[in-house]
């Protein structure tokens, strides 16, 4: 595709409800990060996957988050028992190398989660 | 722990004159240093990186310097647009973490008026 998508772009949750957000990134790129952005800070670090490989999530704020990217492309972070605190932008990155500390990262234009 | 600070929340410039936002990070030595714009509503979209062994870096209006005896970088917009207006978000490698795994500034706000 033309860039990283994310959807849904907008989502509300109660409080105790699980949620599934989903990133496509660009075909073929073989990294992929997953962060959290509040309001008024910068993107903060969750997870990274490259290819299928989960590699690093120490980003995760609990086990409540789990993430994934079965088949190496497309990837779904999931909150389950949602919290207010969880209230935020989720962002998707992709870039085309693997474990490269110089490339580029491409992000989608995020998830807005919203827990009431 | 690592530590970004991007020590003006906002700045308001005229329109032509130079935009300069500042980095500032401790507690260890980045091999490189990205730079994003940020608009509202939208992800960051990458700039420029800046390794160690270099010190400055241009692209088009696009000034970035590299100080690692300060540990600071410095972004530079010569001859700004209002288009420029957006949030500037600093970035480094995270230390121990997975190779590509970035720490953000919380960003600088610019606004240029006309």
């Known amino acids: 595709g033309a860039g990283v998508s994310q959807s849904p772009r907008y989502k509300v949750a109660k409080r105790g409800q699980d949620v599934a957000l989903r990133c496509d990134p660009i075909?073929?790129?073989?990294?992929l990060f997953w962060y959290q952005q509040a309001l008024g800070q910068g993107p903060e670090f969750l997870t990274y996957?490259?290819?299928?490989?989960?590699?690093?999530k120490s980003g995760l704020p609990s086990d409540r988050f789990f993430a994934e990217r079965p088949e190496g492309s497309v990837s779904t972070l999931k909150i389950q028992r949602t919290q207010q605190e969880d209230s935020a932008v989720y962002l998707c990155?992709?870039?085309?190398?693997?474990?490269?500390?110089?490339?580029?990262?491409?992000f989608g234009p995020g998830t807005r989660l919203t827990v009431l | 722990s690592q530590k970004i600070e991007q020590n003006s929340e906002a700045l308001n410039i005229q329109e032509g004159k130079t935009a300069t936002l500042t980095c500032n990070y401790t507690?260890?030595?980045?091999?490189?240093l990205q730079w994003y714009r940020q608009d509202p509503g939208r992800g960051p979209v990458f700039l420029l990186l800046i390794r160690e062994n270099e010190k400055e870096k241009r692209k088009e209006r696009l000034k970035v310097t590299f100080d690692t005896t300060l540990k600071q970088s410095l972004f530079h917009i010569t001859a700004s647009q209002p288009a420029d207006s957006a949030t500037y978000l600093c970035?480094?490698?995270?230390?121990?973490?997975?190779?590509?795994?970035?720490?953000f500034g919380k960003g600088t706000k610019l606004s240029v008026k006309p």
């Open positions: 075909s073929g790129h073989v990294s």
């Open positions: 970035a480094l490698e995270s230390y121990g973490g997975s190779q590509g795994n970035l720490i």
């Open positions: 996957f490259q290819n299928e490989a989960q590699l690093d």
């Open positions: 990155a992709s870039s085309q190398l693997a474990a490269s500390s110089y490339n580029e990262q491409f």
């Open positions: 507690n260890y030595s980045p091999a490189y």
